[in-house]
């Protein structure tokens, strides 16, 4: 049966991380961490959600990758794999999501201070903006897609702050031209590039 069978309905109701404002629940929150091999080696690899809640971190969230960080320290994997797919921090979750982005980023360089590479990719669909941005700068090694974007900042953020007039974020040609992979590969902001 389902959890909710198991552990019966009136769990929810009494649980004291219930979602604020009707917000998306999701068992994983979003963050799937696991281990495998690549070419033999052993890894770890945390992959992001970016269709829940729009990759954001949260406390739940950053916890499973700063576990993640920690069993690294433990097991000596060849590397660490965090594939990147984040708006950045779930506001609601106010100091508790900015916490995690400094847990994170702490583990992150434990782990390579131990030897261990940490090798952030960068992908398409939310890209790595905000906290994940910041994530993504204490990597050993990044690898961005055509289809990525990078900025600690994202366009919509900016045109709220600025207006549309200094950053216009339907302009895509803009985006891509400032945020998109090809140009953070080439002003080295990223150190590797996929088309795909």
Known sequence: GSLTEFLGPETRELSPHLPLFDLPRQFDDGMVAGAGRIDGQPVLVAAQEGRFMGGAFGEIHGAKLVGLLRAALAVKPAAVLILF????????????????????????????????????????????????????????????????????????????????????????????????????????????????
């Open 85 to 196: 797919d984040t708006g950045g921090v779930r506001l609601q979750e106010a100091n508790a999501g900015e916490t995690a982005i400094a847990e994170i980023m702490r583990a992150i360089t434990q782990v390579r201070a131990a030897g261990i590479p940490v090798v952030g990719l960068i992908g398409g669909r939310a890209g790595c903006y905000g906290g994940g941005g910041l994530i993504a700068g204490t990597c050993a090694r990044l690898v961005i897609s055509e289809g990525g974007r990078l900025s600690v900042s994202g366009p919509e953020v900016i045109e709220t702050n600025k207006g549309a007039e200094e950053f216009d974020s339907r302009d895509r040609a803009l985006v891509w031209r400032t945020m998109g992979g090809k140009h953070r590969r080439l002003i080295g902001g990223a150190d590797a590039y996929a088309e795909d």
